[in-house]
């Protein structure tokens, strides 16, 4: 399975943007896929989480109500949109396949490149 992030870039407070992760290979089974980031000096952390069909997700409380994930099975593609952004949330994004729905980076299975986002003032 590869993943690859995509659609970061720099954005000002309170704009918004959306990532993509392009999920493509084999599938050994039917993988969630989770976004996690890591902003400079710090721990990679949770973002969210999106079950395989969709109809499951779980957010860091940091992101609930600003930002969403949607995903297209048949396209190979989950969205992350962001909106209402802080500075805080500036960080490389990454996506990832496990089989568990995990908030935790140890229980990911395959992990993308990430994506740069930068939110200014």
């Known amino acids: 399975v590869q993943l690859q992030a995509s659609g970061g870039g720099q954005v000002q407070v309170g704009g918004s943007l959306r990532l993509t992760c392009a999920i493509s290979?084999?599938?050994?089974?039917?993988?969630?896929t989770g976004w996690f980031r890591q902003a400079p000096g710090k721990e990679r952390e949770f973002v969210g989480i999106i079950s395989w069909k969709g109809s499951t997700t779980n957010y860091a409380d940091s992101v609930k109500g600003r930002f969403s994930l949607a995903r297209d099975n048949a396209k190979g593609t989950v969205y992350l949109q962001m909106n209402s952004l802080k500075i805080e949330d500036t960080g490389v994004y990454y996506c990832a396949a496990t089989d568990l729905m995990s908030v935790h980076a140890y229980d990911m299975n395959y992990w993308g490149k990430g994506t740069l986002v930068t939110v200014s003032s």
């Open positions: 290979g084999s599938y050994l089974g039917s993988y969630a």
